[in-house]
């Protein structure tokens, strides 16, 4: 499980580790300190006299810092313990750590500190499929510092530790023998240099500048504070996790590629500290009222490494959106594909879509003129590419059958995509919510053609087509003895019918008949779908529901953000306004931080929600789903030059203030207080 580990995370470098700080990894556990998806710490363990430390307690005092209060040995009820250890660790700039011994007896004390020292140079694929190494690892002492290293052809990766105390270096870490006087203290401080190929920081070989030390790092998470709108209202619950929210968006942005200093977020600690297509649209269309610089970001990285030829290794084609970009060892050494990796189906409709909803809040019309041969490449990709069948849909199917994705949505686990009774569909896969994007694209893309690419023949094509894949759409996935989407068609054309959340997203895109769409709301807020905080992924009842099953029956906060933005688009207020307080509810017991995933169980059944054990936290697009949710419940859309607001706030929640939000307009605000439910 990670979700009792202790983190610090900048950007894809991160940090985990017991709650006594050591670092004691096992080939299949995410610990370590990592950067770039190469763990570069394995093992880092303190002891005073051969002992081991216990935790009293833990300071987490910003997403890069962190103190830990420790004892040797296990306190019992009658012996108090001679010495104490204060561990200050921070990844700013670098790993860096402060030991700070202190003697509480009235006499001198004698004692060895020793910290034990280790890198696997795993990378996080290795970890994963527990993979063996191929290439050469080396350890040697030289001038003071351990120099642990991994040597595969032209692939290297060095961990260099350096102490400010001398010690006693061997290949497996520190020593220190120390006096300290009585009621005195003694102290060293620890730094570890993650190096490249080069020889320089693997930070600035990758992104062309070193990582920030820790005043810089402090000043750009103030600034970031204080450029996002500033909320007030009556909800402590909403309020700390609005703010955990923003903190934990700017722990995960990193800058790969995009030069200038500019960011987006990584998708996720621990498994998915690297860029994602999909991950990358959806968080900066729910941070958009907040920092709208993520979606400038994700538009130029995602137009920059859009695919050009036909690859099947990497699953690239000529005008898709990447899905994943790793810098390991085996994507090095092509035994991962993820250089970029394109294995995904729905980050080129929602390519555009983010373009078209980035110029309605900022009225960047520059973008659009600078990223239309993008988005004309990708509307192209869904006609020309996509189609596998034939016959207008978006369809997928894995072109690396050896280390491939199999579903290309979303939901991408193995077992996600199923009939009502359990069975798998054969490849290819036509996914519901990929037409409802690809719907959105091309009307959304119709009217940046009108306004600003000067193509009215264009716009009108756009929109000839958006309106017959309405009409298709509706004829062959609507399953009538449900009244609901199938999840899906199969190769034959068979409608693959699990009732799943993904029809919430048809709402969202607005493919949904007006007639259609109540219907569609009583299925997302009945008792099969809707847990009492919030949809699942798949309804009770299915074959595979599972209310601990990554995609079939856990309920997914970015899930129930979009959900609920599509059920404001068709009117049901209070619908939306239902799964938003359930999410924000949830996020209480996640103490702000609503992670990945939680289970489905009904919420009578358990008064809280269920951890899912393996689910990534922070996460970007649950992190952005607070944002989102507050945007749904106070009803914001730009309407031309301004901001216009439509309040339906959950009546627990009392009074909402969101001001100066940032736009076309300059600054807005939004007020709302509780009225439904």
């Known amino acids: 499980m990670t979700n009792n580990l202790v983190r610090q995370l900048d950007g894809n470098t991160f940090v985990l580790s017991e709650a006594s700080g050591d670092i004691d990894a096992s080939p299949t556990m995410p610990t370590g300190l990592f950067s770039f998806d190469t763990r570069f710490l394995s093992k880092w363990i303190l002891r005073i006299d051969g002992n081991r430390l216990n935790s009293l307690t833990i300071d987490d ?111 497996d870490g520190l020593t220190y023998d120390v006096r300290i006087e009585p009621h005195g203290q003694w102290l060293t401080e620890l730094h570890v240099r993650t190096l490249g190929v080069d020889g320089r920081d693997l930070r600035e070989s990758l992104q062309g500048r070193p990582g920030r030390v820790r005043h810089e790092m ?26 955990r929210s923003l903190v934990d968006l700017a722990a995960l942005r990193f800058a790969p590629l995009t030069g200038h200093g500019r960011t987006l977020p990584a ?39 859009q695919g050009f030829v036909l690859d099947d290794f990497r699953e690239e084609e000529p005008g898709k959106i990447m899905h994943e970009l790793r810098y390991g060892e085996t994507t090095g050494f092509l035994e991962q594909p993820h250089s970029p990796y394109y294995g995904t189906a729905d980050a080129t409709p929602l ?19 600078s990223y239309e041969r993008a988005a004309r490449r990708a509307l192209h990709w869904i006609d020309e590419y ?11 199917r894995c072109r690396n059958e050896r280390v491939g994705l199999e579903n290309q949505c979303w939901k991408d686990s193995p077992d996600a995509i199923s009939y009502r009774d359990g069975r798998l569909p054969a490849p290819p896969r036509a996914t519901c919510e990929l037409q409802g994007y690809a719907y959105d694209a091309k009307l959304r893309g119709a009217r940046l053609a009108r306004e600003f690419w000067g193509d009215s023949a264009y716009a009108d094509r756009l929109e000839r087509e958006a309106a017959e894949l309405k009409e298709r759409f509706n004829r062959d996935f ?35 008949p007006e007639p259609r769409a ?43 953000s979009f959900i609920a933005w599509g059920l404001r688009r068709y009117g049901f207020a209070e619908e939306a306004a239902r799964i938003a307080g359930g999410i924000i509810d949830a996020a209480e017991y996640f103490d702000g931080r609503l992670p990945e995933a939680f289970g489905g169980y009904d919420r009578e059944l358990t008064r809280y929600p269920v951890q899912y054990p393996t689910a ?49 307009w300059g600054r807005a605000d939004a007020f709302g207080r509780g009225r439904l439910g």
């Open 61 to 171: 005092i910003q997403y890069y810092e962190t103190r830990f209060f420790l004892v040797p040995g296990t306190p019992t009820p009658f012996v108090d313990t001679d010495v104490s250890v204060i561990r200050e660790r921070t990844i700013a700039g670098s790993f860096h750590e402060r030991l700070t011994v202190i003697n509480h007896e009235p006499e001198p004390v004698d004692v060895q500190v020793r910290i034990e020292v280790g890198s696997d140079f795993a990378d996080l694929f290795e970890i994963k499929d527990v993979q063996r190494k191929k290439g050469t690892p080396y350890a040697r002492v030289e001038d003071g510092q351990l120099r642990l290293g991994y040597q595969r052809e032209a692939f290297r990766r060095e961990t260099v530790v350096s102490t400010t105390v001398p010690a006693r270096v061997d290949e």
């Open 218 to 243: 402090q000043n750009d998470l103030d600034r970031w504070l204080a450029d996002a709108p500033r909320l007030t209202c009556d909800s402590a619950t909403l309020t700390r996790t609005y703010r």
């Open 267 to 305: 998708a996720g600690l621990p498994w998915f500290m690297a860029i994602f297509g999909r991950d990358s649209i959806f968080t900066s269309l729910q941070a958009l009222p907040f920092a709208p610089v993520l979606a400038a970001t994700t538009l130029q990285l995602l137009a920059l490494t």
């Open 351 to 369: 390519f555009v879509i983010l373009l078209d909803e980035y110029e309605r809040w900022t009225g960047d019309v520059g973008a659009v003129r």
């Open 386 to 396: 996509a189609d596998i069948m034939g016959n207008g849909y978006i369809w997928y």
């Open 478 to 512: 609507w399953v009538a003895d449900g009244e609901y989407y199938a999840l899906a068609l199969d190769r034959d054309g068979r409608q693959v019918d699990a009732l799943a959340s993904n029809i919430g997203h048809l709402l969202w895109s607005g493919i949904v």
């Open 518 to 560: 109540k219907k569609i709301a009583e299925h997302l807020l009945g008792p099969r779908l809707f847990s009492g905080w919030g949809v699942r992924t798949l309804a009770t009842g299915q074959g595979r529901y599972n209310p601990i099953g990554y995609h079939v029956g856990t309920v997914w906060p970015f899930d129930n």
């Open 616 to 664: 990534c936290s922070p996460q970007a697009w649950s992190t952005g789903a607070p944002l989102l949710l507050l945007r749904t419940m106070l009803g914001m859309e730009p309407r031309g030059e301004h901001l216009v607001s439509r309040p339906a706030v959950p009546s627990r929640m009392g009074r909402i203030e969101l001001l100066h939000v940032p736009g076309r």
